[in-house]
């Protein structure tokens, strides 16, 4: 409630007095394609982001991508399917795809869910 403290993710909100009740807009201001954690330190990158007709998908070793999946801006599955990788690295052809933006979920072999969001922009 008003004058209580905030949590967004990682980011914390804590009013001062009890005449610093505001509201807020926050706004994410800077690319899609940013890191998200897999286990400890080790990253999954999708690039280039915007993509025009295929991305590329780097991960460490020992995180095997199982099935990848892709929803469009009003939530409709567009892909799935289930993949064997043998390397550190997936390439997704997405040529089809109208143009805008796209969730993608990345299902691991350790049971781990990465999600990315991708801007689909043709040439």
Not at 103 to 109: A, K, L, S, V, W
Request: glycine share 8%.
């Amino acid at each position: 409630m008003f004058g209580d403290e905030i949590e967004i993710g990682s980011l914390t909100l804590n009013p001062v007095n009890s005449c610093d009740n505001f509201i807020a807009k926050l706004q994410w201001v800077g690319t899609t394609g940013g890191n998200e954690m897999f286990t400890g330190d080790a990253r999954l990158f999708v690039y280039p982001n915007p993509a025009t007709d295929k991305i590329n998908i780097s991960f460490p070793a020992g995180e095997e991508i199982i099935i990848f999946e892709a929803f469009d801006n009003i939530g409709k599955k567009v892909i799935e399917k289930r993949v064997i990788t043998n390397n550190d690295y997936l390439n997704i052809d997405v040529s089809d795809l109208p143009e805008g933006l796209y969730i993608f979920n990345f299902y691991t072999i350790n049971n781990t869910i990465v999600t990315k969001k991708v801007i689909i922009k043709h040439k």
